[in-house]
């Protein structure tokens, strides 16, 4: 299964939540555990994941961060 096809966004699914195919589990959450420190391995157990779902997590949130625009604020 590719990155793409780990990914689903479906309103019947966590109100339209990016989340790993076949379960309930945001992206969100999978990033903001790694966020708040958890390892790899921690999340894969606590969340019963493959450590390619979480690889897909991440590079969903790089690809939207990469695709954002930025702009300084004036001092």
Do not use: W
């Not at 921690?42 to 969340?47: A, F, I, L, P």
């Not at 939207?64 to 001092?75: K, N, R, T």
Request: include cysteine; aromatic fraction near 6%; glycine fraction near 6%.
């Amino acid at each position: 299964m590719t990155e793409q096809n780990r990914i689903v966004i479906d309103r019947a699914i966590c109100h339209g939540k990016p989340v790993i195919r076949g379960t309930r589990m945001p992206v969100t959450m999978i990033v903001g555990s790694l966020a708040g420190g958890m390892t790899f391995e921690e999340v894969q157990r606590e969340y019963d994941l493959a450590r390619e779902d979480i690889q897909a997590a991440l590079k969903f949130v790089a690809d939207i961060a990469e695709q954002e625009s930025f702009h300084p604020l004036p001092v």
